[in-house]
């Protein structure tokens, strides 16, 4: 059974979802669709920057947050998932969340309505995610636009997965699924 985009993307309120892979960051952004809370260790050495964004998002709607480590980042989503000011927190963790972890976020944030996306490294994911998506991008010689990507669901605890090419249209904001490029 072939599963449909629009039933799983955007991504469902109230549940903790992963990405992973090069396209990851683009993926968080296009999925935020309001305010959000983007948070990522402090000392790592590379930033988010919120004008380099704009193609996905308005960046007056981005908060950005540094704890120093992730147990602070994660005390800082809990919070934020828990509260539910903002409808969306990402959350990039730079080491595998426990089972304990991964439930107190799904916990946070079904009370608090907030849908939470965490950015993992390849391989690494917990157990209490609602989905896990793959982003990577595709090339087309034949096209000048850079959005081009493919968006795998690798887990999924309310029906199958799936993939679909997908690309971003900047004037409408929002993702269109296009069919694979002929051979």
Same mark, same amino acid.
């Given at each position: 059974?072939?599963?449909? +985009?629009?039933?799983?993307?955007?991504?469902?309120?109230?549940?903790?979802?992963?990405?992973?892979?090069?396209?990851?960051?683009?993926?968080?952004?296009?999925?935020?669709?309001?305010?959000?809370?983007?948070?990522?260790?402090?000392?790592?050495?590379?930033?988010?920057?919120?004008?380099?964004? +704009?193609?996905?998002?308005?960046?007056?709607?981005?908060?950005?947050?540094?704890?120093?480590?992730?147990?602070?980042?994660?005390?800082?989503?809990?919070?934020?998932?828990?509260?539910?000011?903002?409808?969306?927190?990402?959350?990039?963790?730079?080491?595998?969340?426990?089972?304990?972890?991964?439930?107190?976020?799904? +916990?946070?944030?079904?009370?608090?309505?907030?849908?939470?996306?965490?950015?993992?490294?390849?391989?690494?994911?917990?157990?209490?995610?609602?989905?896990?998506?793959?982003?990577?991008?595709?090339?087309?010689?034949?096209?000048?636009?850079?959005?081009?990507?493919?968006?795998?669901?690798?887990?999924?605890?309310?029906?199958?997965?799936?993939?679909?090419?997908?690309?971003?249209?900047?004037?409408?904001?929002?993702?269109?699924?296009?069919?694979?490029?002929?051979?």
């Amino acid at each position: 059974m072939r599963v449909d +985009l629009r039933n799983i993307f955007p991504l469902r309120p109230a549940r903790v979802h992963e990405v992973c892979g090069p396209t990851a960051i683009s993926f968080a952004a296009m999925a935020a669709s309001g305010p959000c809370l983007w948070i990522r260790e402090g000392w790592l050495g590379d930033t988010i920057t919120p004008q380099g964004l +704009l193609r996905y998002l308005d960046p007056t709607q981005l908060l950005l947050a540094r704890p120093k480590d992730q147990i602070d980042a994660l005390a800082v989503a809990e919070e934020a998932l828990k509260d539910g000011v903002l409808p969306y927190v990402i959350l990039e963790i730079t080491r595998p969340l426990d089972l304990r972890e991964g439930r107190r976020l799904q +916990l946070a944030a079904k009370a608090g309505g907030t849908t939470g996306l965490c950015i993992i490294p390849e391989g690494m994911g917990s157990n209490a995610t609602h989905t896990r998506w793959r982003a990577t991008p595709s090339f087309d010689a034949a096209e000048e636009d850079s959005t081009l990507m493919r968006w795998e669901i690798i887990k999924n605890k309310s029906g199958t997965n799936g993939a679909w090419n997908v690309r971003w249209d900047q004037k409408a904001r929002r993702v269109h699924v296009v069919s694979a490029v002929a051979e």
